[in-house]
């Protein structure tokens, strides 16, 4: 595409960061419902398995509210049926969409903002375990995606943000917030090329 500055190179010392795969966005019934996430969903996971047989580390990011929302500030505020996501609410939406499941030792990041590195200790928690590029898949791609992707350049790793392991409302959104990402913040890699540089 043109004017998309030149990918980043090699992958050093990665880690995969799963943002938001939680059953909000995935049953067909959940509060955010996207219209088509199974290949993203089964994205997510491939990227996840090719993770743990490397060895490199695997985090999960996730919105967490208490029960009277009182720190969800503006956010909850802008999309008041984020309050699925508080503490005591019906319907487990904020569960991590099955069959994806966190493992002992992963790391599971507790935040209240679209970004996985604001307010959160994500980006010491990665500097301490060796962590230099991070592989971005979740949803949505032009909300929690896009701004976890934009903090990791700011904290001064690496991100790359997997097409076919993300996913949003429409396709259009989709792809016209991935020519920005790949513009502005990180490299945009299909599948495959995630899977080989995990492995390699």
Request: net charge neutral.
């Amino acid at each position: 595409m043109t004017g998309i500055p030149p990918r980043s190179g090699r992958v050093p010392r990665p880690a995969v960061l799963v943002v938001d795969m939680v059953r909000a966005y995935t049953e067909p019934d959940g509060p955010f419902a996207l219209p088509d996430p199974g290949p993203a969903l089964a994205g997510c996971g491939a990227l996840v398995d090719a993770a743990r047989t490397g060895g490199h580390p695997v985090v999960w990011a996730v919105v967490r509210y208490p029960a009277d929302l009182a720190d969800g500030g503006l956010f909850v505020r802008k999309v008041p049926a984020r309050a699925v996501f508080a503490e005591g609410a019906t319907g487990d939406w904020g569960a991590i969409a099955p069959p994806l499941t966190p493992v002992p030792g992963e790391t599971v990041v507790v935040r209240r903002y679209a970004s996985a590195f604001l307010g959160t200790t994500l980006a010491p928690a990665l500097a301490t375990a060796g962590v230099a590029t991070l592989v971005v898949c979740g949803v949505p791609t032009s909300g929690c995606v896009r701004a976890s992707a934009a903090d990791a350049r700011a904290a001064g790793f690496r991100p790359l943000v997997v097409r076919d392991a993300c996913t949003d409302r429409t396709v259009g959104l989709h792809e016209g917030n991935l020519a920005d990402i790949a513009a502005t913040c990180a490299d945009v890699v299909d599948l495959g090329e995630a899977l080989a540089r995990l492995s390699g």
